[in-house]
């Protein structure tokens, strides 16, 4: 069975880093063709891919967040790491990670972690 | 600019068949936009319904099915019950990109 579980902080102060982690069971990220993802959605508003990362520790980001996005992997810990730099009140979300096998097929979700920016 | 495309509400009555669309900005979605298609309901994980256009996971409700349809990636529900009740969310593959569109509300009523 397939499980993620996102952990982080709750309450982030704007100018801060987000470092979030995606700790997971049940498939290795170093099989061919797994990857895990980070998503968000704002309140109220659509999901926002932001980055992935493969077995092959190939990396792909948002295009209007890379700057501030660094996706990593610790395939000892089956956790993948997502760090955000200057956060703002916009980056208020719930933030998900997912998986994916044969390299465009989502799988399963974790149940999200939510994430405010404020002061 | 929005790059993916879905209505933002649809209703539907019980029994009945409805058809989601997603849409791209630079033309018509092939099969190779991998078009996935997800559900999302309050204070649940999200649930992926659809991979690669029209193929199903082990738990997909046989009343969902993808497809393209006018240059579009669809996803339709035929028998639609109460609880697909749900937003749900198409995603799109830009070459090592991947895009979500706006997300349809469908109503059950």
């Known amino acids: 069975q397939i499980t993620l579980k996102e952990s982080g902080p709750t309450l982030v102060k704007p100018t801060q880093p987000l470092t979030l982690t995606c700790t ?28 992935l990362i493969y ?44 998986v994916l096998s044969g390299s465009h097929i989502f799988h399963s979700w974790g149940q999200g972690t939510l994430v405010t920016v404020s002061s | 600019q929005t790059v993916v495309t879905q209505e933002p509400s649809l209703t539907v009555s019980p029994g009945g068949t409805v058809t989601l669309t997603c849409a791209s900005i630079t033309g ?21 319904l659809i991979y690669s256009t029209r193929n199903k996971h082990s738990w997909t409700p ?39 569109g706006g997300g349809t509300k469908l109503t059950v009523l």
């Open chain 1, 24 to 51: 997971f069971s049940g498939f290795s990220l170093t099989t061919t063709a797994v990857g895990v993802g980070w998503i968000r959605q704002p309140p109220g508003k659509a999901l926002e891919c932001l980055a």
């Open chain 2, 28 to 48: 018509a979605v092939t099969s190779g936009f991998y078009p996935n298609w997800f559900q999302l309901k309050p204070g649940q994980a999200p649930r992926a």
């Open chain 1, 55 to 98: 077995w092959d520790d190939d990396k792909r980001y948002s295009p209007s967040l890379k700057n501030r996005l660094t996706i990593t992997k610790d395939t000892s810990k089956n956790q993948v790491v997502l760090t955000m730099t200057n956060v703002d009140p916009v980056d208020t979300a719930t933030y998900y990670c997912a």
């Open chain 2, 62 to 100: 046989a009343r969902f099915s993808g497809s393209l349809l006018g240059g579009k990636a669809a996803l339709t529900v035929s028998g639609v019950q109460p609880e697909d009740e749900a937003e749900y969310y198409c995603l799109l593959y830009y070459g090592g990109s991947w895009v979500f």
